[in-house]
């Protein structure tokens, strides 16, 4: 029945419907950004919530709106894997749609947008729910969904240095954690497009990003010990995120204004991290 009703709303062109209140429109719309069928999910709920926003529909609201997808990051936080990865995954999606929107429009004051940002990374680095890809429930994907809202939250104009270097430090975290299993579907890309966008800021120093990167180097050099374990588990998601950080600051749009000596670092760090295809004698032993 309401899948019905919002398979019509999506067929207008996602006009907001008039025979109910909004607050009751964004409350059932809210419910459904945690169904397990991504038809509800994926296919209504979110383009229709993310339409409004952008359209302006929540202006008056955001502060609401935002605070009510800061609260979706909770549920379930901690459990073993559950559906209630996709309620916080897209909660965390749309929280970044509400950043954008205020990075557009001076529609959230600066204390609420820190809030915001305080709640998104520590869901960000407590979330252990790392499936991409669902069978018959579609995405969850929701270390990449908290990529995508750091990075509307990087390019808000409230975050100075400080606060910049403190999102590139849940970067470096994020991708240092133990883990049992691997990075598989595009986090290490949407991490690396949320550091662009901390970059682009022009206001991070080389002399801070340097040891940044160096920390990362650590973390992708370190492999668990012979424990019956995948050896790579330790520092396999730092490696692969150092190699799209390579590729985003190499051939990325808008580059930032540290990309040439920012590069040279990063390219050290991969040669230290692949002594055995990238070390300049071309020994491939190992």
């Known amino acids: 029945m309401a899948g019905s009703y919002w398979q019509q709303v999506q ?14 429109l964004t409350a059932e719309l809210t419910r459904m950004l945690g169904d397990p069928d991504p038809a509800v999910r994926d296919g209504l709920a979110y383009p229709t919530l993310s ?17 009510g997808m800061a609260t979706g990051l909770a549920p379930g936080l901690g459990e073993p ?13 749309l929280l970044g749609e509400c950043l954008a929107r205020a990075n557009a429009d001076p529609l959230v004051p600066v204390g609420k947008v820190l809030e915001w940002g305080d709640r998104l ?5 407590r979330e252990n729910d790392l ?63 949320a550091v662009l966008a901390v970059l682009r800021r022009d206001t991070v120093p080389l002399d801070v990003l340097e040891p940044w990167v160096a920390r990362l180097a650590a973390g992708a050099r ?14 396999g998601n730092a490696e692969t ?10 051939l990325g749009p808008r580059p930032p204004a540290v990309r040439s000596d920012l ?19 071309g020994d491939t032993r190992g």
Do not use: C, M
């Open 11 to 24: 067929a207008g062109g996602l006009a907001v419907p008039d025979d109910r209140p909004l607050d009751d």
């Open 51 to 67: 339409t409004w926003i952008h359209r302006g529909v929540y202006d008056d609201l955001l502060v609401g709106l935002g605070d």
């Open 81 to 93: 894997e559950s559906d209630g990865v996709f309620r916080r995954s897209y909660s965390a999606l």
């Open 121 to 125: 990374a520590t869901w960000l680095l």
């Open 131 to 193: 499936r991409g890809w669902v069978p018959d429930k579609g995405w969850a994907r929701a270390v990449a969904h908290g990529a995508d809202a750091l990075a509307s939250l990087a390019a808000s104009p409230h975050l100075g240095a400080p606060e910049l270097t403190v999102v590139l430090d849940v970067v470096a975290d994020r991708v240092l954690l133990p883990v049992d299993r691997l990075f598989t579907h595009g986090e290490p890309d949407r991490l690396a497009a």
């Open 222 to 235: 370190t492999r668990s010990s012979y424990d019956g374990r995948d050896p790579h588990l330790a520092g």
């Open 241 to 250: 995120f150092l190699r799209a950080l390579h590729l985003q600051l190499a």
């Open 263 to 281: 590069l040279l670092v990063v390219v050290e760090a991969l040669r230290s991290t692949n002594p055995h295809t990238l070390a300049p004698s």
